[in-house]
């Protein structure tokens, strides 16, 4: 059978770099981009909107206090036995306030440094993940006059969705629509924390930055290649 590219995904993610394409359809792996879009989602009472709808989902499930990451690397003359065979690296994440630890095994080869970026990958991806928004919009082209595209920054806020960000949000995918009604674009977005390896955000706080509520809901409502 063909190879598919699902087996590469973690890999590729926990050497922060995102999975997309270019407009000709081609496979882009990238980095996270620093541009801001002049786009924004804006749902305000009183305001004029092209949000048709927009779902926020915020979960501690795959948090966990203590990341224990586990591998080894290849053996030398001078690295050997249980410097080789015992690689270890930990990453706290004191947003989770009960003890819950988890152990993952290293895919390949690594080292020490190897580990540790791997486990602040985990932690800063997990905390990003736990917060995600969802949103459809009239139009491929949003309110900035720029068309919607992946890997940009975006401004949100949301009163129905209690949502004031004073960070942007990172757009991870769009999906261009067309049918009888017309043109949509549906967005996904997560904190950039979800994709870089050092996580910027207090950990602290966790996803309370992004939100005025913190309670798990279901609330229904440019790069270049590396």
Same mark, same amino acid.
């Given at each position: 059978p ?6 590469y ?9 995102l999975?997309?394409?270019t ?6 792996l ?9 786009n924004k ?9 092209n949000?048709k709808?927009?779902?926020r989902?915020?979960? &501690? $499930? +795959?948090?966990?206090?203590k990341?224990?990451? =586990?591998?080894?690397s ?8 249980? *410097? ?14 009960r ?7 290293? &895919? $390949? +080869? ?6 540790? =970026? ?7 991806a997990r905390?990003g993940? *736990? ?13 900035g ?6 890997n ?11 949502i ?24 996904l977005l ?33 790069g270049e290649?590396?």
């Amino acid at each position: 059978p063909s190879p598919t590219l699902f087996p590469y995904t973690t890999l590729f993610r926990s050497r922060s770099l995102l999975v997309t394409d270019t407009p000709d359809g081609s496979l882009l792996l990238t980095r996270i981009s620093a541009y801001k879009s002049r786009n924004k989602i804006l749902k305000r009472k009183g305001e004029e909107t092209n949000v048709k709808s927009g779902n926020r989902k915020i979960s &501690e $499930t +795959n948090r966990y206090s203590k990341i224990i990451v =586990k591998g080894q690397s290849k053996a030398t003359d001078k690295h050997f036995g249980l *410097a080789a065979s015992s690689i270890l690296a930990e990453a706290t994440d004191s947003g989770v306030k009960r003890e819950r630890v988890l152990i993952l095994h290293g &895919e $390949t +080869n690594m080292n020490k440094d190897d580990a540790q =970026k791997r486990a602040n990958w985990e932690r800063s991806a997990r905390m990003g993940k *736990a917060f995600e928004l969802t949103y459809v919009v009239q139009g491929w082209i949003g309110n900035g006059g720029e068309l919607w595209a992946p890997n940009t920054s975006v401004e949100v806020s949301d009163d129905l969705l209690d949502i004031d960000s004073s960070d942007p949000m990172l757009v991870i995918s769009c999906t261009y629509r067309i049918d009888e009604n017309g043109t949509t674009t549906t967005l996904l977005l997560q904190p950039p924390e979800a994709m870089e390896a050092e996580p910027k955000a207090d950990t602290k706080k966790g996803t309370k930055k992004h939100t005025k509520k913190s309670k798990e809901t279901g609330v229904k409502y440019h790069g270049e290649a590396v």
